[in-house]
């Protein structure tokens, strides 16, 4: 067999156009929080991983799933449409729902409740706009973590940002978000609607949630920050099925036995009202000395009729939080003082 090869002439653009110069630019250097010890990402001791803005954008808007996936050490399963579960290095193997072990924190203000419980679905992915995910064991407000932390971060620049998309199973989606630096002002107001009916039968979701945020620099020493946010979640659970169930009709609800009614006849799912207000300052005394202290409340009504039993409660949570920090060449000081209460938890 012969072969033939042909010379094709090929010509640099560099022998007819001038060369632009090469442009060097340096990359911000990424920074964490730390709880209030704002450190460089690459000299801290903590094993942190960072979820950027543009990691949380190229996936689902309403879902963050894939994101924290990404992330090694770190996993987030969904049990059903709406139920989530967060697994820091194994931190789940006694937890079968819920998130457990890991605390939670939104800006300044604390999303676990004093019970270590966290209602982490009722926030909308959109509104977060970078997360800061510490593994291992960690001492935090309302006591030790054994699994890790998880720090949400909401938007710190201009922009406004609105979405409306649909999709199968009736998904619709929904959401309004508007920063902005208002003299010394700077404000955020989020409003987010989602529901789906998903693949499953009995495993509808809808979430409404409304946030607003506002930082008040009056001084060059002083930041006051306050925030609102409400939220209402209702999603249902299908339950389990054997294989010989799923073989028959692999979309069915968990379906109903002799003495055990179905998914459906008992409308298993978890309806969740919660609201969230706080206010933090923060102060810095000398540029060695810095002062934060925070107060919040939260008031949620929670109700999960199940197959087995119906549970509604009502729970309040009120936080008092202050850290003293003095950071100097070889003299790092930092002091922490964590008040908290759960009242008013009433189950039925």
């Known amino acids: ?28 250097e990424v920074r964490i929080d730390a709880y209030k010890k704002p450190t460089a990402f690459i000299s801290s001791t903590k094993s942190v991983s960072v979820v950027s803005q543009n990691l949380l954008t190229q996936n689902p808007p309403e879902r963050m799933l894939e994101s924290i996936n990404q992330v090694a050490g770190a996993r987030m ?40 419980n966290t209602y982490f679905n009722v926030i909308s992915p959109e509104l977060i706009d970078r997360m800061e995910i510490y593994k291992g064991p960690e001492g935090g407000d309302y006591g030790a973590a054994t699994g890790g932390t998880v720090l949400l971060k909401t938007k710190r620049s201009d922009q406004i940002s609105a979405n409306l998309s649909a999709g199968s199973y009736g998904t619709f989606n929904e959401s309004f978000d508007l920063s902005k630096q208002l003299g010394k ?16 039968k009995q495993a509808k979701v809808q979430r409404k949630q409304v946030f607003l945020k506002d930082h008040f620099k009056y001084s060059e020493k002083g930041l006051l920050k306050a925030m609102l946010m409400y939220s209402d979640l209702d999603y249902q659970t299908p339950g389990g099925l054997t294989l010989e169930q799923m073989y028959a009709d ?33 102060f810095n005394i000398t540029p060695e000395f810095f002062h934060f202290v925070m107060v919040q409340g939260s008031y949620v009504d929670f109700e999960n009729p199940f197959i087995t039993n119906f549970e509604n409660r009502f729970e309040k949570n009120f936080a008092l939080r202050t850290h003293f920090n003095y950071e100097k060449t070889g003299i790092p000081f930092h002091w922490l003082t964590v008040w908290d209460l759960k009242a008013g938890s009433m189950i039925f």
């Open 77 to 116: 399963e969904e049990r059903s449409p709406g139920s989530y579960r967060i697994s820091l290095r194994g931190s789940t193997l006694r937890s079968p729902f819920g998130v457990r072990n890991v605390k939670v924190y939104l800006d300044d203000f604390i999303l676990s409740d004093a019970s270590g």
């Open 250 to 282: 692999r979309r069915q609800a968990r379906p109903a036995t002799k003495t055990i009614p179905g998914a459906k006849e008992q409308d298993a799912g978890i309806r969740n009202k919660m609201i969230l207000a706080g206010l933090s300052h923060e």
């Open 185 to 200: 002002h700077f404000v955020e107001v989020f409003q987010n609607y989602y529901q789906t009916d998903s693949y499953r």
């Open 1 to 28: 067999m012969t072969k033939l090869y042909f010379l094709l002439p090929m010509f640099s653009a560099s022998l007819f156009l001038a060369q632009q110069k090469d442009s060097v630019g340096l990359i911000s």
